[in-house]
């Protein structure tokens, strides 16, 4: 099993990136994807999730600035960031969840900043 994200980089604040987590080897519309962040010298945070279901759930600090939204087909979990903060800085993972068992990305980069 593999997940790998993208889309991370330097970003001014107010502005905007999408991050994307491939998975491989696993069947990815059974798993509960989730996002995570952790910034220097703090804990990692859960940022937001999809279930199987379409279900779709987020944090109070992103919410109503970030999206998850998956794609089955492409075995891809994407998350859009809007009104990006300085705060929002940090590496983001994606995790994949089932009966149990999961697996985690080795994380991008997000850095807001002018």
């Known amino acids: 099993v593999q997940l790998v994200e993208s889309g991370g980089g330097l970003v001014q604040p107010g502005g905007s990136l999408r991050l994307s987590c491939v998975a491989s080897?696993?069947?990815?519309?059974?798993?509960?994807m989730s996002w995570y962040r952790q910034a220097p010298g703090k804990e990692r945070e859960w940022v937001a999730s999809?279930?199987?279901?379409?279900?779709?759930n987020y944090a109070d600090s992103v919410k109503g600035r970030f999206t998850v939204s998956r794609d089955n087909a492409k075995n891809t979990v994407y998350l859009e960031m809007n009104s990006l903060k300085s705060e929002d800085t940090a590496v983001y993972s994606c995790?994949?969840?089932?009966?149990?068992?999961?697996?985690w990305g080795q994380g991008t980069q997000v850095t807001v900043s002018s």
């Open positions: 995790r994949a969840l089932r009966l149990g068992r999961e697996y």
């Open positions: 080897g696993l069947t990815f519309s059974s798993y509960h």
């Open positions: 999809s279930n199987t279901a379409g279900w779709m």
